[in-house]
């Protein structure tokens, strides 16, 4: 338990980080989710999720106010406009919210001076139901040496000082490695799926395990003489003859297209670099630490064995990303966990 005693809205916006949002949501216990769309939230409705939902950025239009009250969702007011939609809106019941303060993200959020007459108009109007809450998003939490967490950990506090209502401030890397932003709801993510929130550690640093294991098989292995070019653009060369795999997964599959050789894949529980570009349905590995590689061995391209972090670093980009990516004609294939 990394935040105890603390609520826990857990993100599945994004297909919950590529992981399949009903799927997800029905094997979490969870005491509410949070998702980016009113899409998204009736998709859970659909598949008889009845905990609560969290709109992390509200109404995009006042039209949505009667589904939200109709399916019993709570929404994120983060903008002096939405204020006013829900002034206007006349609905069968009242709708649950949460004031979003921005409190140094500068992406959504009221601002600080304004929060509180924001609050005082919520709670006079007919629209809102009582227990409004308050919330609001760290921009650099993943940056332990960084002070700006404890900034706008002051600016939150200062906003809601002596105000009532529930708090929520953390994401992963807030639960993780600032305790004091915990208040009364935390919202994870990406810890849910077992990566790390942080630019500079592994999931396994922080005790979490990869939900997901991306995997295809070898589908030929050639020799190939010293000097030959291998893939688009003749990219690399070998410097010596030796055995090249192909696996059968590229960026039509979610691969980065930007990772580059020397990315690894693990191949019969050890690693193998990548050669050559990444093309739509196959990458080229170079097998001469692997004289055991036969057709159809399977390649894990990232989850158990080798942390989505380390591609992500190699390609230049974040394990969100990554996740979040891999394309609908993938197979799942859901192995429950043996706890
Ligand atoms: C996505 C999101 C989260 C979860 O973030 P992680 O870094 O994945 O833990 C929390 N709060 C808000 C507002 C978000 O948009």
């Known amino acids: 338990m990394a935040a105890p005693g603390r609520q826990v809205a857990a993100a599945v916006k994004a297909e919950a980080y590529g992981h399949g949002l009903t799927r997800v949501a029905q094997a979490l216990?969870?005491?509410?989710?949070?998702?980016?769309?009113?899409?998204?939230?009736?998709?859970?409705?659909?598949?008889?999720?009845?905990?609560?939902?969290?709109?992390?950025?509200?109404?995009?239009?006042?039209m949505e106010l009667p589904l939200c009250a109709r399916h019993d969702l709570l929404i994120a007011v983060h903008h002096p406009e939405q204020v006013v939609m829900l002034e206007r809106a006349r609905l069968e019941r009242r709708v649950r919210v949460w004031l979003k303060i921005d409190s140094g993200m500068h992406r959504l959020g009221l601002e600080a001076e304004t929060a509180q007459a924001a609050f005082q108009r919520l709670r006079n109007c007919p629209a809102v139901a009582p227990g409004i809450g308050w919330m609001s998003h760290l921009a650099r939490a993943d940056e332990r040496d960084c002070d700006y967490t404890l900034q706008q950990l002051q600016t939150f506090e200062t906003v809601t000082a002596?105000?009532?209502?529930?708090?929520?401030?953390?994401?992963?890397?807030?639960?993780?490695?600032w305790?004091?932003?915990?208040?009364?709801?935390?919202?994870?993510?990406?810890?849910?799926?077992?990566?790390?929130?942080?630019?500079d550690s592994l999931a396994t640093a922080e005790d979490l395990r990869p939900v997901m294991t991306f995997h295809?098989?070898?589908?030929?292995?050639?020799?190939?003489?010293?000097?030959?070019?291998i893939g688009y653009g003749g990219t690399w060369?070998?410097?010596?003859?030796?055995?090249?795999g192909v696996a059968?997964?590229?960026?039509g599959d979610g691969y980065p297209r930007h990772a580059p050789s020397g990315t690894p894949v693990l191949l019969n529980g050890r690693e193998a670099p990548l050669i050559g570009r990444v093309s739509m349905d196959m990458i080229t590995v170079d097998l001469r630490e692997h004289p055991e590689a036969r057709l159809a061995d399977r390649v894990t391209l990232w989850g158990d064995g080798l942390?989505?972090?380390?591609i992500a670093q190699a390609a230049g980009t974040i394990s969100y990303t990554l996740l979040c990516s891999i394309?609908?004609?993938?197979?799942?294939?859901?192995?429950?966990?043996d706890g």
């Open 237 to 244: 060369r070998c410097p010596e003859d030796l055995d090249v």
């Open 179 to 199: 305790p004091q932003t915990h208040f009364d709801w935390v919202r994870p993510g990406i810890m849910l799926y077992g990566a790390s929130p942080f630019v």
């Open 162 to 177: 002596g105000l009532p209502g529930e708090r929520s401030l953390a994401n992963s890397a807030g639960i993780l490695g």
């Open 216 to 229: 295809t098989r070898l589908i030929s292995i050639k020799r190939l003489r010293k000097g030959e070019p």
């Open 248 to 251: 059968a997964a590229g960026y």
């Open 307 to 310: 942390p989505v972090e380390r």
């Open 29 to 62: 216990d969870a005491d509410a989710f949070a998702v980016a769309s009113l899409e998204e939230a009736l998709t859970l409705r659909e598949a008889g999720i009845d905990r609560p939902i969290l709109l992390l950025e509200g109404v995009f239009e006042a």
């Open 327 to 337: 394309t609908a004609r993938v197979r799942r294939e859901v192995i429950p966990a």
